[in-house]
């Protein structure tokens, strides 16, 4: 941009010369009694003027104009780890599409704002974002990030016991980390994640998963989580943005949490696949406290595990979880609830040791 000012100023400048001198010369010739040809001045302008006309528009159009579209696959390889796509590149789809995807990038980081308690298209959920789990917009490494949604969706899933689309996988978190209600499928608004999660998905190959996607997994640890300890972890790590109770901090807007609650009845219910132990350990372990990475993280393991049970040993809204894993021995070790297909004790499930469970199961598919 700074080169196309500084030659439409060079152009500028040479259309001001040659004018100058063209009424200059035209003034000597009519002394002299000359005739004045006006052929090679007048062609000599124009095409000078035609060089302003396409600097003006070249600085007043978008850069897509000029430039070819980046190509649209992701930036990994096989061994590499995800990082996203950068977010600029939304304006090379164009068209219908382009806003789509816009818009669905804007859903995921200001839910509330469209669709919390104020919402200003519906009021279907408890004020939280979908960006409050599902880190900078679904992007960050182990940041429960969407990388592989459209790569293994539709897929089976063994706590419905069936074959779940993007949609259902999608609605799951409304009606359970948002605690609120299903999206209508056809509305503009399910279009629209629909279109985000399928375009941070370009260039990952069917059924694969890259490197940092969704969220670490910890090492069981050999004892159970401790959520007295957790507490002391949260009073100090925790507390300064989530606050003593839980209840987090509404944005100035008033609409949505600057930091989300994660207890109380605004918080995830029980459903919500952060209540099971070993998602919420994964997701604090590389994320939190706020500002911390995969790279440079606060938390030891245990700390993760430790705070993870107090805060999942809070108060937080109900749901009937009782057509949840119809087949009992496809629950994972740290589920919470019960039946079991083995004997360990519901408490063990939800806290831990985790070891002697996930053993139990092993020898039972013998």
Known sequence: MHVAIVLLIIALLILLWQSVTDQAIRVLKERAGSQYDERGPRIAKGATVTIIVLIVAFMASPRKWFEPPPPMIASYAADSLWMGMDSTLIEHIGGEREELVRYGRELIRNTASYLGPNGTVSQQTNGMNCQNCHLDAGTRPWGNNYSAVWSTYPKFRERSGANETVVKRINDCFER???????????????????????????????KKPKGSGLAELKFMDRAADPVHGETIYTTKCASCHKEDGAGVKAASGLTYQYPPLWGEHSYNIGAGLYRLSRFAGYVKNNMPQGVTWEIPQLSDEEAWDVA?????????DRDLSADW????????????????DSIPEVQHKFGPFGPIAEAKKAMRK
């Not at 499928?185 to 260039?203: N, V």
């Not at 049970?309 to 809204?317: E, M």
């Open 309 to 317: 049970a107090y805060v999942n040993s809070q108060q937080r809204p």
């Open 177 to 207: 980390s948002l605690n609120g209600t299903a999206l209508d499928s056809t509305s503009r608004e399910m279009q629209a994640m629909l279109a985000y999660m399928e375009w941070l998905g370009t260039g990952i190959e069917r059924g």
């Open 326 to 341: 119809p087949n009992i021995a496809g629950k994972p070790a740290d589920h919470p609830f019960g039946p079991y297909t």
